[in-house]
């Protein structure tokens, strides 16, 4: 064993020795290698952090919300139906929603405002996102404008700023009271936006659903779980879309792994033909080249991905944050969690580390199975 570990070591300072002989083209190769994994990584990262995110904050979403369908739009639900639902058999609670959004021009961005009776809100106040306080620079004391659907000015005054650690779902959320959000949309006291209902049994949710179809034959029962798997969609998508939009950078990574599978230089022909030619065997030159081609690819990867993690989790990820968050005007300001996913790990190094490592072993097994004297006379 001690052999083999000291025949292996010798192995690595030669090949070391051989990288630094052509450093300029080593290491030109090397900075094109590390940009395209951090590229690959800073992409999975990400949308792989947001969708962690919004997994673990929609774990408190509710069990079922209901919405009441109308030509196949959404509508208003009327109060009525509350008591039909908590009738169903499986339901612990139901209440109703109230929540919209507002368009405001002097930003041009849509808010969304939802009421919050547990907040005890008188009807002229107003709790606001903290990224709406940043971009009108107002906060509590002040008062926010809001027009109402009759064209009148509707004066709320703040009470508090969302804390910026829920910035991911309050970056643009204002919360108001039931009489103040019925007072800017003028809606009656019997109608609410959708309704939320607490399930006894989880696991029972979607026959709850179903009774809730036949019910309310006009309603659409929506899980918590289809949620869910809406938000893996949308980031598989928007993260399909940025691959396609990176499409240059597989076709990079082909053509220089296709460079190194189309053979040696002259140079190097004559350096494998003199270690034939002073006793280094065929199995020799195989493990030196595997050795290169290691170093090489995984000095790479470890630099793009460690690059790439602290790009995404403590800079910003300002690099693809606007594709993959959305096209919002309202940015949230957050920092994702940091996170290693050993198998997104595993299926990058399989993705960037291998077909370079075998690119490279193909030309040093044509060129140790020539015959010394020929190699050296390349």
Known sequence: MRAFLERQKYLIDYTLAALLRRKTRNLGLLLVYTLLVFLFASVLLLSQGLRREATLLLQDAPEV???????????????AWLDTLRRIRGVASARGRLWGYYYDPAVKANYTLMAAPERGLAADEIVIGAALARVRQIGVGDYLSLRATDGRPLPLKITGVLESASELLSADLLLLSDAGFRQLFQLPPEVYTDAVLAVRNPREAVTVAGKIALALPASRPIL????????????????????????????AFLILAWDKAAGLSAEEKREIGILKAIGWETGDI??????????????????????????????GARLFAPVLKGWAVLYPDFRLTPAVDLQQVLVLLAVTVLPYIVATLIPGWRAAIVDPDAAMRG
């Not at 949308?234 to 240059?248: D, I, Q």
């Open 286 to 315: 195989l493990r030196m080249k595997l050795w290169e081609g290691a170093l090489l690819s995984l000095t790479a990867f470890l630099a793009g991905y460690l690059l790439a993690w602290w790009q995404v989790f403590y800079g």
């Open 224 to 251: 918590r779980a289809e949620i869910l798997r809406t938000y893996d969609a949308v980031f598989h998508w928007r993260e399909g879309m940025v691959f396609v939009a990176l499409g240059s950078l597989p076709l």
């Open 65 to 79: 919300i209901v919405q009441r369908l109308v030509a196949g739009r959404h509508d208003l639900l009327p109060a």
